[in-house]
C-alpha cells in the first residue's frame, strides 16, 4: 500500500506558511547544529550541497488529509549529519527562520534527510530554500522550510503545531495525528 490511511492523493503541494514567512540571505545563511552535539558545526548551503548523500522518490502527507507522491529528493542523511556531530538527546528540535519549530524522537529523526533539492532542482522559496528536514513515514508539519538549527533534548518539547495538538512523533501508518482526543476537538486549523 503506497497511500496512508485517511489520506488522498494531489498533483501538487498547497504552500502553507504559519508565521510570516522569512527573508532568506544565502550568503550568511548557516544550518547550525550546536546544542548537545560533541563536535558542534554550522554548514553554510555551499557545504550542505557538497555533502548530499541522498537521492531517491519519496512521497509527502500532510494531516490535513493531502498527499504527493513520488517527489525526487536529494538531501544528506541525519545519519550522517549525526555521524559529524555526536548528539546526545532523545528528541531532535527544529528552528526556522521564521520562527517555526518541530520535534522528532530521535530513532525517526536518524531515518531523515536534510532535503535540499526537489524534482531536480534546489528548493523554491515557498518549499523552504534553502533547507527543510523531511521524514518520508511521518506527517509534514515535522518538515520544517527554511530551517536553520537542530538541537538535541532529552526532555520533549512542544513545536508550533505540537503546542496546538498535534502528535509528538506524526507516524502517517500509524495516523498519530492529534497526542489525544481533547486535542483532536481542541485543534487549530488549517494548517
Ligand atoms: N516554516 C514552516 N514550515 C512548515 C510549515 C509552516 O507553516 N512554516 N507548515 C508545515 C506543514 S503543516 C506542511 S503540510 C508543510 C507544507 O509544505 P509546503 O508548503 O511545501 O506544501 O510544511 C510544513 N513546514
Ligand atoms: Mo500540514
Redesign the pocket.
Known sequence: MQVPPGQHVLKS???????KPPEVDISRYRFKVAVNVENPRSFSYEELISMIDFKGKMNFH??TGWSVLDLEMEGVTFKKISEMVKPHGRFAYFI?L?G?TTIVPYEDYLKGILLLRLNGKPLSY???FPARPFFEHLY??K????VTELQFFDEYRDGY?EMYGYHERGNVWLEERFKNEEARRLRKSP?
Open positions: 503541494f498547497i504552500f502553507y506558511s504559519a508565521l500532510c494531516v526556522s521564521d517555526y515557498e518549499e523552504g509534514a508539519w518538515s520544517a522550510k527554511w503545531w494548517m
